[in-house]
């Protein structure tokens, strides 16, 4: 296959890997061709420019800002994106030939793009989507649905639809909620295309000393929460969380990531005067990993009202390093029936504030911990690997 993945992110191979980078390599690793054309904020490069990275090219497109920004922001550059991708492609890659263009979403607004590119290149598209947008802004309570902004995006969501040959969910759920909710689409062209990394066999601590280095007490179980701190996380659930475990000397938080919402955290353990919660900005990969090594359980934190069942990536890297998860979510999302079913931690309903701390400190006092997170990594092993993704790609367009 010649692969031509249009990325929202990418990070350089220093900066670190992703689910992205990890499937953008296993297909060049299977003997694809592979090009991604990526949308670059502003605050990383002044200008476009086409490397070589992991062994292939990757086109960096100066588009603006996206990430930890506000919504005002966030908003015109994910407005200038298609139109600055759309300038970057034909500049630098028009001599090139594709038979699939590997998309994901957010943002919906990249149907215009992914649909000129189809044109332009006379191939197909693939859609891998990571999240139901705008229902999950409603839900949130950002925007109204009866909104002109609710119903642009709507239509920009319809588009989405149109322009992909194949729509790949995360989930059942997540696929059974797009078919339900867009009767009109093909469920032939929708199917499963789980979140999935590539796997090491590395998972025992090094020197490291995470509990030296940031002061932690050694007898204390440590709970990670990794990744984005944005609205969808809920980030009030961890507020009121810490403040109610502030007493509790055998539990520890750490918080590693950005996030519009990191604030909070912060805000909350110096206003409150608390010893056993630290929030950290991001580190290197390496760095984090050897941390996740070294913790005790993964946190899985999403908003209650969601309606929409979101799939956060984050569980793979506690799964993949044996740590037992404990997931604090919404109702319809089904991590809990994958957490229930491989018995590798617990599930909570995020509404319930009270039922949260109690399975913190249930499991802070559990001997069970070392068995789940090794059922967590036989799961992952068995259902979650890259390879998995690249088999799904290459059913459809490896001819």
Known sequence: MRVLYIATSFPEPAKGSTIYTDLAEALRKSGHDI????????????????????????LRIVTGNYYDVGLIEKGITTLK????????????????????ILFEAPPVTNADLVGWAKKYFNCSAYLMLKDIFPQNTVDLGIIKRKSLLFRYFKAKEKKLYQTANYIGCMSPANMQYVLNNNPWLDSDKVELFPNTKKITNDIEPNEFQMRERYGIPKEACVF??????????????????????????????LFIGR???????????????????????????????????????????????????????????????????????????????????????????????????NKIKEMA????????????????????????SVDILEKHFNS
């Open 224 to 253: 990670l929460f990794g990744g984005n701190m944005g609205r969808p996380q809920c980030i009030d659930l961890l507020c009121n969380a810490v403040k109610k475990c502030k007493d509790e000397v055998r539990i520890y938080f």
């Open 81 to 100: 994106i298609p139109i600055l991708m759309r300038q970057g492609i034909k500049k630098f890659l028009r001599n090139k030939k594709f038979d699939v």
């Open 365 to 388: 006092r559990s001997k069970e911990l070392v068995k789940q997170g090794k059922n967590g990594r036989k799961y992952i092993e068995d259902n979650f690997r890259v390879e998995n």
């Open 259 to 357: 996030g519009t919402d990191r604030y909070k955290l912060e805000q909350t353990i110096v206003k409150n005067d608390i010893k056993n919660a630290l929030v950290i900005e991001n580190l290197p990969r390496d760095e984090y990993e050897q941390i996740i090594k070294e913790c005790d359980v993964g946190l899985i934190v999403l908003d209650p009202r969601f309606t929409i069942p979101n799939y956060p990536s984050r569980i793979l890297s506690y799964m993949e390093y044996a740590k037992p998860v404990l997931a604090a979510t919404d109702n319809v999302t089904d991590i809990k029936e994958l957490i229930e079913d491989a018995q590798f931690g617990e599930w909570v309903w995020s509404g319930d504030i009270d039922g949260v701390v």
């Open 35 to 58: 090009t991604v054309a990526v949308s670059e904020q502003i605050r990383n490069k002044k200008r476009t420019v086409m490397n070589t990275e992991r062994g292939f090219d990757v």
